[in-house]
T-cell receptor
Framework: DGGITQSPKYLFRKEGQNVTLSCEQNLNHDAMYWYRQDPGQGLRLIYYSQIVNDFQKGDIAEGYSVSREKKESFPLTVTSAQKNPTAFYLC?????????????FGPGTRLTVL | AQSVTQPDIHITVSEGASLELRCNYSYGATPYLFWYVQSPGQGLQLLLKYFSGDTLVQGIKGFEAEFKRSQSSFNLRKPSVHWSDAAEYFCAVGAWNYGGSQGNLIFGKGTKLSVKP
């Protein structure tokens, strides 16, 4: 089955720690995305990548970092510089960057800072 | 600038009643429109999309949406709501991504649907 996997489903972090969220896709998609979701705020784009070894900041990139070393993988690191990291994180991918390229989503990771 | 507005933050309907969720977009060119659904604690699932042709689009789970260019709207409808339809619904418009701070889809803030027994 083709799809997007995210791990872990739940993640707990102590203040001052960096944590990395995994996102893998086997859809052979070029573009991948990371969103943050908070109650009542919809989806906010953190980073996206249109091709391997390239990525762009979204609207709320501060305190986050990404890499795209392989087409199928787009991990997100939440650094200690992110002041309020508790949220639901969604990864998505699309075939291309055009307006008709549907984004497909993973099941999400819920991050809680203790 | 492109934008999507979902005017209703939360809607409650009775099971078996009809449903209409509103979506208005702002986009200069021909819009490419999407509806997604998100069950609690889950990712988003594509319900339907409109690119061209017949302005009434059928999707999964018995949903349909109608594109009205004159009203810049793409409202989602279902004739009879089931308790399992309780979820959050997101409307989105496709946009060319020229490497700025947005991806290729611009999402509305969502409408949460509650279903009364």
């Amino acid at each position: 089955d083709g799809g997007i996997t995210q791990s872990p489903k739940y993640l707990f972090r102590k203040e001052g720690q960096n944590v990395t969220l995994s996102c893998e896709q086997n859809l052979n998609h070029d573009a991948m995305y990371w969103y943050r979701q908070d109650p009542g705020q919809g989806l906010r784009l953190i980073y996206y990548s249109q091709i391997v070894n390239d990525f762009q900041k979204g609207d709320i990139a501060e305190g986050y970092s990404v890499s795209r070393e392989k087409k199928e993988s787009f991990p997100l690191t939440v650094t200690s510089a992110q002041k309020n990291p508790t949220a639901f994180y969604l990864c998505a991918s699309s075939r291309g960057r055009g307006p008709t390229d549907t984004q497909y989503f993973g099941p999400g990771t819920r991050l809680t800072v203790l | 600038a492109q934008s999507v507005t979902q005017p209703d933050i939360h809607i409650t309907v009775s099971e078996g009643a009809s449903l209409e969720l509103r979506c208005n977009y702002s986009y200069g060119a021909t819009p490419y429109l999407f509806w997604y659904v998100q069950s609690p604690g889950q990712g988003l699932q594509l319900l339907l999309k409109y690119f061209s042709g017949d302005t009434l689009v059928q999707g999964i789970k018995g949903f349909e949406a109608e594109f009205k260019r004159s009203q810049s709207s793409f409202n989602l409808r279902k004739p009879s709501v089931h308790w399992s339809d309780a979820a959050e619904y997101f409307c989105a418009v496709g946009a060319w991504n020229y490497g700025g701070s947005q991806g290729n889809l611009i999402f509305g803030k969502g409408t949460k649907l509650s279903v009364k027994p």
